[in-house]
């Protein structure tokens, strides 16, 4: 007769696991569950409130970071200067956009405050990604185990969510000592209606540019102003973008066989080790057809966002600022470098924070206005369906030319039908690529 314990993993990859921590076994030889459970709920500390990621871990974890990397409170000229940037910038792009002027206060945080207050959008482009992934987990269990298992599956759970957790806090701390704005990263991630400028990562930015710190400032805030624009302007376009965040979550699909290897290798008497071989790549997830879709409507979203904003910005700067044409690039070079906070979330969830068509999109954007002005450019954000599509930025001038004939159609054909509904047809609704302007 076997001495191991059952197992009610057995044929999952949680047996290794289970038989890991079965070492703790009582009189028998059976499996002590009460010792198994105390050993993982060491793990589980403060492990949040249910919710797929354990955001106060993922908070206190960012804010030690930006603390041990420096970060100093912001002073009332910080303050000042960003108030005078900003100001400036709305008058500079009243004549590069249609949109209006959005940007009813300024602020100059410093690296925590960027945490504090960008923190719930965070929770929603990350958790529809983390309840797929803790689903799929739980999904791995065969149906005869999840009854016997239920305490040990709800307690893994509990792990995933302050590994999430972890790697999200290290991400968001790393990241808040790169970005310069709310917008940075073209997520709408500060509060409405608010310009946000980082003076002390203005500064890291305009190190070795050669460039007056005024000059730097202003171009910066005056993209942060266009996404200001553009997003109170184009009230679909947050939702748009957090969709496609959603559709993507929903077609992940878990390499079980990884979690069997990282759960074989797991001494649960050590913490710390458990938690570097669960985050070593555990939690990401395949790729699908159906994420590779969503990511490819989520990418080019991005780089249309991003895209627009460097023509308008283009346009409000040609004639009075020399230096934009180089701070324009240096902006493209560094997206397209990217930093080790950006491959974290790559990893993690596999979303690229930075579009990868950024050129070609600005270089879209820009036919459109010489082919339709100004005006017919903006107007091709009133609906998501009249938006250019990712084969439309392999060819900008065709684009262009066809955006022409877009001036004589009626927008109220692409409204619903009920108009009591405020909320978009979403891209793929009508068996049309996503995107494509009709």
């Known amino acids: ?58 908070k206190d974890i960012a804010r030690k970071t930006v603390s041990a990397a420096g970060d100093r409170s912001v002073t009332p000229t910080d303050t000042d200067r960003v108030a005078d940037a900003v100001r400036l910038a709305e008058h500079w792009l009243d004549e590069a956009t249609t949109l209006p002027e959005a940007s009813t206060t300024s602020a100059a945080w410093s690296r925590a405050e960027w945490v504090e207050n960008t923190l719930p959008v965070w929770q929603t482009v990350v958790d529809p990604v983390a309840e797929h992934v803790a689903g799929a987990m739980g999904n791995a269990l065969p149906a005869e185990a999840q009854q016997l298992a239920g ?48 003076p002390d990562n203005v500064a890291k930015f305009a190190e070795g540019l050669g460039l007056t710190d005024e000059d730097v400032r202003l171009y910066l805030a005056l993209r942060e102003v266009a996404h200001q624009r553009l997003y109170a302007g184009v009230p679909w376009l947050r939702q748009h973008l957090l969709a496609a965040v959603a559709d993507y979550a929903a077609g992940i699909e878990v390499d079980t066989g990884k979690i069997e290897r990282a ?8 913490p710390e080790a458990m938690q570097e071989a669960l985050a070593g790549g555990l939690f990401e997830p395949e790729d699908s057809e159906q994420q590779k879709a969503a990511l490819v409507r989520l990418e ?107 001036a004589d159609i009626d927008i109220t054909d692409f409204l619903p039908d009920d108009d009591s509904s405020d909320t978009p047809k979403q891209e793929g609704d009508d068996g049309n690529d996503p995107g494509t302007a009709k």
């Open 151 to 198: 305490p040990m599956a709800g307690m893994l759970r509990q792990l995933g969510g302050s590994i999430f957790g972890a790697q999200v806090g290290q991400a968001l701390g790393e990241l808040a000592g790169e970005v310069v704005s709310s917008s940075d990263i073209g997520l709408p991630l500060g509060p409405t209606g608010q310009a946000v400028l980082l």
């Open 1 to 58: 007769m076997s001495d191991e314990p059952d197992n009610p993993f057995k044929g999952t990859p949680f047996e290794a696991m289970f038989q890991q921590f079965s070492g703790a076994a009582g009189a028998g030889g059976a499996p002590d569950l009460n010792a198994i459970f105390a050993q993982v709920q060491q793990l589980l500390s403060g492990s949040g409130d249910g919710r797929p990621v354990n955001w106060d871990l993922a």
């Open 263 to 270: 759960m074989a290798d797991i001494d649960p008497q050590n």
């Open 300 to 406: 080019t979203a991005l780089a249309l966002v991003e895209g627009w904003v460097d023509d308008v910005v283009r346009q409000a700067t040609k004639e009075r600022m020399p230096a934009a044409v180089q701070l324009s690039e240096t902006v493209r070079r560094r997206r397209a470098a990217g930093g080790p906070a950006e491959q974290t979330f790559a990893t993690l969830v596999g979303l690229q924070l930075r579009p990868r068509r950024l050129r070609d999109a600005a270089n879209l954007w820009a036919a459109v206005r010489d082919a339709r002005g100004v005006a017919g450019r903006d107007e091709l954000w009133s609906h998501p369906d009249l938006l250019p599509s990712a084969g439309d930025l392999d060819d900008p001038i065709g684009f262009a030319q066809h955006a022409g004939e877009l």
